[in-house]
């Protein structure tokens, strides 16, 4: 089941107001997870759903906006972060589970273009975003709170073109928000995960930004505090193991 955060939370808050130790093992763990996890953890949803286990309930958004809502009081089981600073951010808060946390996959940054573009850029030092963006603007979640924004202001600054485009980026609040400006042509080019390049039929990739320009992308997992689901646990297990990561896998995720 996809929720947005506001479905989520209204169901997450009105199933613990009603739940039993009878009813909780009944419903599957409520999981907040990064933007670019759909698919991948759609998949895996579905595959432990089809061991006869309760489905998990899976909300998405950008991973500094799940983290805050996680120390607003959030009732949640799992949290899945597309960097480890939010998650430590949430650790430092006393709300994860001790002993909880796993960093299990990696992913690429890629500059992508709408399909039917014929724009033609190679990514290196002083390459000319900023000519080639003309009057247009550079699709990126927000560069200064979300993962996939931060990590592309990091390549842009490493490879000497942050300033040359500041002023031409259009913060999206996650990084399948920024997907979408390039999908619907309202953005020449866009910055996001090989992953969500991979998930769309109306991009393309222009080039992959090198590894050594940004941190290292990586997802951690933890279970929260405050779960009470007894299927939380099991189904953390399961996504850490060879047969969860195979999942991420085939969506194109690298596994650790």
Do not use: C
């Amino acid at each position: 089941m996809l929720l947005t955060i506001r479905q989520f939370l209204l169901l997450a808050l009105a199933a613990l107001v009603s739940l039993t130790p009878a009813r909780a093992a009944q419903r599957g763990p409520l999981v907040l997870a990064a933007a670019s996890l759909q698919e991948a953890l759609g998949d895996a949803a579905k595959a432990w759903a089809g061991r006869r286990n309760p489905a998990p309930v899976l909300s998405f958004a950008a991973s500094s906006a799940l983290a805050r809502q996680i120390e607003a009081g959030a009732p949640a089981d799992l949290f899945i972060s597309a960097d480890e600073e939010w998650m430590d951010h949430v650790a430092g808060k006393q709300l994860i589970r001790p002993g909880s946390r796993a960093t299990f996959l990696t992913n690429r940054l890629v500059l992508v273009a709408p399909v039917k573009s014929a724009a033609r850029l190679a990514i290196g030092r002083n390459f000319p975003l900023a000519r080639a963006l003309g009057q247009g603007r550079l699709a990126m979640a927000d560069p200064d709170s979300v993962p996939a924004g931060k990590y592309g202001k990091a390549a842009l600054g490493a490879l000497g073109v942050w300033r040359g485009v500041e002023g031409k980026v259009a913060r999206a609040e996650n990084v399948r928000a920024a997907l979408a400006l390039v999908e619907r042509g309202e953005a020449p080019f866009g910055i996001v995960y090989a992953t969500d390049a991979r998930a769309s039929t109306k991009v393309r990739i222009i080039g992959a930004f090198p590894p050594n320009t940004h941190p290292p992308i990586t997802y951690p997992i933890a279970t929260l505090k405050t779960s009470t689901n007894p299927q939380a646990e099991a189904f953390r297990r399961f996504l850490l193991s060879r047969e969860g990561k195979a999942i991420f896998a085939r969506r194109g995720f690298v596994a650790r």
